[in-house]
C-alpha cells in the first residue's frame, strides 16, 4: 500500500510539472537537422491523473484469484478425441488447447475408478509406495512423503495430502491411450505418464510444464486457467524458472507484485470426469480440483518438426484398445544433457578437435535437430561452450583437456549451453508460429499447416516480404 501511495504522489508531480512546462497546444523537438518531431498533447480534461496502469493496485482483479474479473476466453470443446491427424493439424501444430468432452468414459479406469475398494484388491497396493505431496495448497518447497497406496487410501479424507506419481504399474492396462495420440510418430515421443489422486480442494501454483500433455480425468471436477504461452511468454514473469512456476498466491493475485498479470488474457475451461484436455506445451495453467479427484497426464516430447513430419507419415498399427501398459514409456530428457554429446566427446581419444567439428557435432543432437535455422546465436552459444573446455586456449579440445573437467563440471556446462539453445528454439517456433497466424488471419494463406511446412523446409521463421521479416534479419550462417 504504502509503495502505491508513493507512486501516485510521483505521478501527480509528474503530471503537475508537465501541465507547467507545456503551454503550447503541440510540442516541437527541432533536432538541428532538419527532423523535427511533433507530438500532440492531451486535450482530455481532467486527465485520468491515476489510472490502473499507473497503480496496479487499482486494477480490477487485485488481490483476487486468477484471471478474476476480466472477461475469460473460451476454450475450443470436441465430442471425444479426433484422430491424430486431425489433433496434430488444429491443435498441437498450432498450439491451441482444446477439451475432449467424454472421451474416456468407456474406459475401464472410468468404470472403476469411482471407489477405493477396487484399488484395495491389488496386492501391489500394500507394496509400492508412491509420492505424496503434504499440503493441497501446492507450495513447491514443500517436501512430498512416500506412502503405499493403501495407506494413501487409508488417509487422503481425513488429512492434507494428495499422491503425484508416474501411474502404477498395475494400473496402467485401465488407462487408455489417447486415441489422438496413436500414431506411432507421436507415441515415440512419448516422455511420462502421472497420475494424481485427491479428496479435492487441491489448487495448484501459475507453472508450465516442457512438455505436451493430455490430462484425463476420471474422478471429480477440475477448473483450469490458461495463459498462452506463445503470446505472452516474453510477458508472463515466473519467479522460479528453475522450476518453471511463480510463488504468486494463486487466490489472491497482488498487482503490485505480479503486474503482468493484469496485461495477459485466460482462458477458462471446467473438466467433468470422463473428460480430456490438451494442455500445450508450455502454456501456463493453474488448477483447481473439486470432490474425490483421481487424473492422469500423458506426457510427450512437443516438437514442430516432427508433428509436421508426421502428418505425411505412417501411423502404424496400434490398436484403438490401446492402454498405458501396451507402451514403454521411457524419458528422454532424463539423458543428461545429451547423449549424442557425451559420446562425441567420449570419442575424442587421441584426435583433436577444431571449434568446426565441435560445432558439426553439436548440429547433430537431439535438442539442437528441433531447431528451424543454426543462427550466429547459435554458433556463440556452442563457442562459449567450446571455450569453456578448451582450457589452454588453444583452440582445440584434446582428451587430457577433457580428462581435467570433472564429469558434474561438465553435465553443467553442456547442459547450461544446450539449454541457451533450447531457448533459441523456443524463439524460433514462436517466431514461426506468430508469422504464420498473421499470415492466416490476412487472409494470405490457404493453410496453416502447409504455411508451417513450406517454412520449416525453407529453414525460415518469417515469410520473405512479409512486414516481419525485415527487422526479425535471422540470417543463415
Ligand atoms: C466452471 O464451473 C464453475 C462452478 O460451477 C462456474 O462458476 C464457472 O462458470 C464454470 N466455468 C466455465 C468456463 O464453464
Same mark, same amino acid.
Given at each position: 500500500m504504502a509503495r502505491a501511495r508513493r507512486l501516485l504522489f510521483l505521478v501527480e508531480i509528474l503530471f503537475l510539472a508537465v501541465s507547467l512546462s507545456s503551454s503550447d497546444q503541440e510540442t516541437v523537438n527541432d533536432f538541428g537537422d532538419g527532423i523535427r518531431s511533433v507530438e500532440a498533447e492531451a486535450t482530455t480534461w481532467p486527465?485520468?491523473?491515476v489510472s490502473s496502469e499507473d497503480d496496479p493496485s487499482l486494477a480490477p482483479g487485485h488481490l483476487k484469484p486468477i484471471g478474476a474479473n476480466v472477461p475469460n476466453k473460451a476454450v475450443k470443446v470436441l465430442q471425444g478425441f479426433p484422430p491424430p491427424d486431425v489433433f496434430l493439424r488444429d491443435y498441437a501444430i498450432p498450439s491451441v488447447p482444446v477439451l475432449f468432452r467424454a472421451a474416456v468414459t468407456d474406459s475401464v479406469a472410468f468404470k472403476n475408478w469411482n471407489t477405493d475398494e477396487y484399488f484395495r484388491q491389488f496386492s501391489e497396493a500394500d507394496r509400492q509406495t508412491h509420492t505424496i505431496e503434504t499440503r493441497k495448497k501446492e507450495v513447491r518447497t514443500q517436501r512430498p512423503t512416500a506412502l503405499t497406496l493403501r495407506q494413501f487410501l487409508d488417509r487422503y479424507n481425513q488429512e492434507d495430502i494428495y499422491m503425484v506419481e508416474a501411474v502404477p504399474s498395475f494400473l496402467r492396462k485401465d488407462v487408455p491411450m489417447p486415441k489422438s495420440l496413436l500414431c506411432e510418430p507421436l507415441t515415440n515421443l512419448l516422455v511420462d505418464t502421472v497420475m494424481w489422486f485427491s479428496s479435492g480442494g487441491t489448487k495448484s501454483v501459475l507453472h508450465n510444464d516442457d512438455v505436451d500433455n493430455i490430462n484425463c480425468l476420471y474422478a471429480g471436477k477440475k477448473e483450469l486457467v490458461f495463459i498462452n504461452f506463445p503470446r505472452?511468454?516474453?510477458?508472463? +514473469?515466473?519467479?522460479?524458472?528453475?522450476?518453471?512456476?511463480?510463488?504468486? +498466491?494463486?487466490e489472491a493475485v497482488d498487482f503490485t507484485k505480479y503486474p503482468f498479470m493484469r496485461d495477459v488474457e485466460y482462458h477458462r475451461v471446467n473438466m467433468s470426469a470422463g473428460d480430456c484436455l490438451y494442455i500445450p506445451y508450455r502454456w501456463y495453467h493453474q488448477?483447481?480440483?473439486?470432490?474425490?479427484?483421481?487424473?492422469?497426464?500423458v506426457w510427450w516430447e512437443h516438437n514442430l518438426k516432427k508433428y509436421v513430419e508426421a502428418l505425411s507419415q505412417d501411423c502404424g498399427d496400434l490398436s484403438e484398445d490401446a492402454t498405458l501398459a501396451d507402451f514403454n514409456i521411457e524419458n528422454p530428457q532424463e539423458e543428461q544433457p545429451s547423449d549424442h554429446l557425451k559420446?562425441?566427446?567420449d570419442s575424442v581419444k587421441d584426435e583433436t578437435v577444431t571449434f568446426e567439428v565441435f560445432e558439426a557435432s553439436v548440429k547433430k543432437d537431439r535438442v539442437a535437430t528441433e531447431l528451424i535455422i543454426w543462427t550466429p546465436e547459435c554458433r556463440q552459444i556452442i563457442k562459449e561452450m567450446f571455450d569453456e573446455i578448451d582450457r589452454n586456449e588453444d583452440s582445440v579440445l584434446t582428451q587430457d583437456e577433457l580428462d581435467l573437467m570433472q564429469e558434474e563440471e561438465l553435465e553443467e556446462v553442456l547442459g547450461e549451453k544446450l539449454d541457451g539453445i533450447r531457448t533459441v528454439i523456443? +524463439?524460433?517456433?514462436?517466431?514461426?508460429?506468430?508469422?504464420?497466424?498473421?499470415?492466416?488471419?490476412?487472409?494470405?494463406?490457404?493453410?496453416?499447416?502447409?504455411?508451417?511446412?513450406?517454412?520449416?523446409?525453407?529453414?525460415?521463421?518469417?515469410?520473405?516480404?512479409? +512486414?516481419?521479416?525485415?527487422?526479425?534479419g535471422h540470417q543463415e550462417l
Open positions: 486527465p485520468n491523473v505472452y511468454r516474453n510477458k508472463v +514473469d515466473l519467479d522460479h524458472p528453475e522450476g518453471s512456476y511463480s510463488s504468486m +498466491d494463486v488448477v483447481n480440483s473439486y470432490g474425490r479427484n483421481i487424473a492422469v497426464n559420446e562425441f566427446l523456443i +524463439d524460433q517456433v514462436a517466431q514461426l508460429r506468430q508469422s504464420v497466424e498473421a499470415e492466416v488471419a490476412r487472409g494470405r494463406a490457404e493453410s496453416y499447416v502447409e504455411l508451417v511446412k513450406k517454412l520449416l523446409d525453407e529453414g525460415r521463421t518469417t515469410l520473405a516480404g512479409a +512486414d516481419e521479416s525485415a527487422e526479425q
